[in-house]
């Protein structure tokens, strides 16, 4: 919406909704069910898996306060149901509202997203154009790479239990250069175990952790530092929340980001 130049039409946000900064004083609809601030990964797990179990969800919606605040429309997305507050949630709860359910598992989805919120609100022009410069950046970044080296890479969405990638991080990497030794395009992320992940011998090794901003990724790498050691490779720490969980315009910045962390790595400059 920002990116559109429709932040004067906000009138409410989600618990996790914290860019640009200048929308975080507006009212917060949803909280999750569970405190899970400065838990682990495996506490989170957990704790996410309790709420399913025992409440149904993992979010709660503030339905009262979304009725004061009588908006035209309600963005919300079907990608996930433990990241977010999932779509069959809002959707029930959102009678007489008009919904708009972003559901993208790969780049051009992604982008299709965008002019999707841009017909819904009258933005076509600033959607389209938000798009092509997106569209520019990534064949830069394509053309930059071409003719290097490609290092074998494994990125980590979560470390306990351990996740390695998918929708359209998968082909973030594959853009910026790398070799992904394990993760689908398109496909939800999965799990492995860490012999599996030690027996892939990566060049580099991607700390990512969904949600995670960076200053947490790299304290919940320091709980699990033997084991990362353990899968060799240079290991990068990445701002997951900002620039690669959420299916929005900041996917860019997190690729051009991804292109100059896999350049550095030995196997490249070899």
């Known amino acids: 919406m920002c990116a559109l130049g429709l932040e004067d039409r906000l009138v409410g946000i989600s618990h996790s909704c914290d860019y640009p900064p200048s929308i975080t004083q507006l ?3 949803t909280s999750p069910r569970r405190n899970l601030d400065g838990l682990a990964s495996a506490e989170i797990d957990a704790a996410v898996r ?3 179990r025992e409440d149904g969800s993992v979010y709660a919606i503030d339905i009262d306060a979304i009725d004061a605040l009588e ?3 309600i963005l919300t997305q079907g990608i996930c149901d433990v990241c977010a507050v999932p779509e069959s949630q809002v959707v029930h709860l959102s009678v007489g509202t008009e919904v708009l359910s972003l559901d993208a598992h ?3 989805a992604i982008l299709q ?3 999707d919120v841009g017909c819904a609100t009258g933005a076509i022009a600033a959607a389209d154009a938000l798009v092509a410069n997106m569209r520019r ?3 830069t970044v394509r053309r930059r790479v071409a003719d290097r080296p490609r290092p074998s890479v494994l990125a980590l969405e979560w470390l306990d239990p351990p996740y390695v990638p998918g929708h359209w991080v998968p082909e973030m990497i594959a853009a910026a250069g790398g070799n992904l030794l394990a993760g689908t395009a398109r496909r939800p992320s999965y799990r492995m175990e860490w012999p599996e992940l030690q027996a892939l011998h990566p060049d580099v090794v991607l700390i990512m952790p969904c949600g995670f901003n960076l200053k947490d990724a790299q304290r919940e790498a320091d709980r699990y530092d033997g084991e990362l050691r353990a899968l060799g490779g240079q290991i990068h720490f990445l701002d997951a929340s900002a620039y690669f969980s ?7 910045d997190g690729l051009e980001m991804l ?3 896999i350049a550095t790595a030995p196997f490249a400059a070899a």
């Open 50 to 52: 309790a709420a399913l």
């Open 113 to 115: 997203s965008i002019r």
């Open 259 to 261: 292109a100059t962390t």
């Open 27 to 29: 009212p917060r609809l």
């Open 106 to 108: 790969d780049i051009t």
């Open 246 to 252: 959420r299916s929005g315009p900041r996917i860019v």
């Open 137 to 139: 950046r990534i064949d």
């Open 71 to 73: 908006p035209d429309l």
